[in-house]
């Protein structure tokens, strides 16, 4: 029998829960909020772009079944461990982090990897570096995965919306893409010393051949179905109808709250854009810059919700899509996947939240407005 001392107040699992999940509960009272403006309709339905969630569903499951036999992990550790001094190690980590999220998002990029800079970093008694690696590996991340259209949720979701044609979509991108590696490589090059490491490999990973091709096998259909090979139904019967038999616990671990913040963003999207003075004045503004007006917006309601918002008032998905993935970069708030770096590394240096948030700040800042002013006077 439990003590009375010992219960939780339902207030507190509340209050731990909209923490958790506050870009979610945010995005869920704008919903409401405009669905009383706007009450509940036949348009509704046109509101979801049943594809984006779809795809999104599916990558997210074969990542969490790679993940769960720690493929990822394995993966990077055989790259890291080819390096012998801190410098190098700095680079593997983030440029893999890089990569990573080119293929499997920004958020998962760094759910996977922050963890093993985390280990290569303490092990090797290199914790002086701990924070501008978790920032550039965060950058890294958000940039990184701009030149594909599922690198970042916002790009799958104008890839999708738009109906933009692959190869436009990488030649918009890569200049941008280019820019960023060399940036992130400089940066890494500059403020990470020459320093021989040794990294403890005692640990040894083992895949299970069967499950890791079947895996790769899902992963690849579900990057078929991104790219509109396969109709994007089926995603939704194959998948996990091989997963339940194979590790169910994979459909439990799907961010589940990024797609009902996307859904909730639908919603609230789609009500906005049927207020006819708030047409006027996004059309008013897009119309001078949409590709700042994308950026600022990211700084204040980050880059996935602006990309929902936005693409409701404006057909220049050139500029929008440079916006929103530049965006990305910025404030805390400016990308999602920031916080889940944040939370990282302040759960293993809760002492040094300042330092961090502006060291943050300052380097995020620098990329974004360097790569604002390229795309504004090269690029457009």
Known sequence: MTHPKNKIHPLI?????????????IAAVLALITSVIVPPDREYAGYFD?????CLFCTLAVICALKNIRFFTFLARKIVSLTGNIKISVLALVYITFIGSMII???????????LGYFVLSDSG????????????????NLGGMLTPFGNPQNLYLYSYFGIPTGEFTVIMLPLFIISVAMITALCLIFVKSEKI??????????PFGKTLLYIILFAYSIAIVFRLIPFWTGLIIIPIFLIFVDPAALGKVDYALLLTFVFFFVFAGNMSRMQPVRDLFALLLDKSTLIFSVLCCQVMSNVPTAVLLSHFTDNYRE?????????????????????TYREYTSHYPTKKGRYLLLFTAINIFFAVVLTLVAYFFLI
């Not at 049943?50 to 779809?54: D, G």
């Open 13 to 25: 699992y509340l209050k731990k829960f909209i923490s958790h999940h506050s870009v979610m509960c």
């Open 320 to 340: 929008l899509l440079m916006g929103v993935n530049i965006g990305g970069a910025g404030t805390m708030i400016a990308s999602l996947a920031s916080l889940i």
């Open 198 to 207: 040794r990294i403890n490999t005692a640990e040894r990973i083992h895949l």
């Open 50 to 54: 049943l594809k984006t969630l779809t």
């Open 126 to 141: 290199m914790q002086k570096y701990m924070a501008f690696t978790f920032i550039m590996q965060n950058i890294a991340a």
């Open 105 to 115: 998002a920004n958020d998962m990029a760094l759910i996977t990897f922050l963890p």
